[in-house]
């Protein structure tokens, strides 16, 4: 069976190193020998689907999923994670991933936290489109741990004299993010209540965003929380394209169900 799909190579690397950026954030840094087959996008968003067997467990040897996806019946195909490529180093071969560590539940987080330096690590990408407007007037970034990596690496693009606000909603610790000065950080942190869909919402909806130019806002994180941000972006009136939102996850959905979703009502933001 053949399809129109583009050829998306799957490049297998090695873990290299293992650091806790907080007790829930967990970066690896990958690389190795085969660090010439990762086709860098540049983008501060950029993001790869790391590949796992239907299991869930690492392949141990190298795979290639578009083959698979084309002669294998899909309940052999390999379950996906979708993970930021926090940042890229060239001149040493190795790129990092930040994993939100939410519990024992899931396929990467797990295995992020078992895995040892040397294992392999496959995944396809990158993908992504986005990067920061450098002509707006003001950037609003919305968002929770899991796309810290994504607005961490945005800020760092930003111009020194850049100006807006960072609004990231994590259960328990804050990271340490690089950012122009003209830029305010505004933590909202859960500590032991419930997880609350509204509660980045609510606190954009606070901020004073009137006489501020042209805003571009990137706002990416959990599907709920997501969908009433669009509300108030509405209300707010950012144009189309100036508009980066989606969500990254959802409470309660695995990942494969997740993306399942988005090709359903509910699924959309
Ligand atoms: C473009 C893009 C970029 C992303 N970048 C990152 C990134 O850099 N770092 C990162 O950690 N995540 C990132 N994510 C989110 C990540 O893909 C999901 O969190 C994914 O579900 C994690 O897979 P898992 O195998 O650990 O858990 P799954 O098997 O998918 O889920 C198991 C259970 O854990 C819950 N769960 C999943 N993620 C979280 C979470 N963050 N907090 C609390 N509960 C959760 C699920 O609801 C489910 O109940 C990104 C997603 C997208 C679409």
């Not at 693009?157 to 340490?176: F, I």
Request: proline share 7%.
């Amino acid at each position: 069976m053949t399809n129109n799909r583009p050829n998306r190579p799957t490049t297998h690397l090695e873990v290299l190193s293992k650091e806790w950026l907080t007790p829930d954030m967990l970066r690896l840094i990958v690389g190795g020998s085969n660090f010439p087959a990762f086709r860098d996008n540049g983008l501060p968003e950029a993001y790869v689907k790391i590949v796992f067997d239907p299991d869930g467990n690492p392949y141990s040897s190298p795979v290639d999923v578009t083959k698979m996806r084309e002669e294998e019946p899909r309940e052999k195909w390999p379950k996906t994670r979708t993970y930021t490529v926090r940042w890229v180093d060239h001149d040493r071969q190795r790129l990092a991933l930040d994993f939100v560590i939410h519990g024992d539940e899931g396929v990467a987080a797990p295995w992020a936290v078992n895995c040892s330096i040397g294992d392999m690590i496959q995944f396809m990408g990158p993908g992504g489109k986005w990067s920061p407007d450098e002509t707006s007037d003001f950037h609003l970034f919305v968002g929770d741990e899991s796309s810290l990596p994504a607005i961490s690496a945005s800020l760092e693009r930003l111009p020194e004299d850049a100006r807006g606000v960072v609004v990231v909603e994590v259960s328990e610790h804050v990271v340490n993010v690089q950012h122009p000065a003209g830029i305010t950080l505004d933590w909202i942190v859960r500590g032991g209540n419930d997880y609350d869909p509204e509660a980045l919402a609510k606190r954009v909806r606070s901020l004073d965003l009137k006489d501020k130019g042209n805003i571009s806002v990137f706002a990416h994180g959990e599907r709920d929380a997501m969908k009433q941000l669009r509300r108030v972006f509405s209300d707010l009136e950012i144009p189309r394209e100036r508009l980066s939102i989606s969500g990254y996850w959802a409470y309660g959905r695995v990942e494969d169900v997740f993306q399942a979703e988005k090709r359903a009502e509910m699924g959309k933001i």
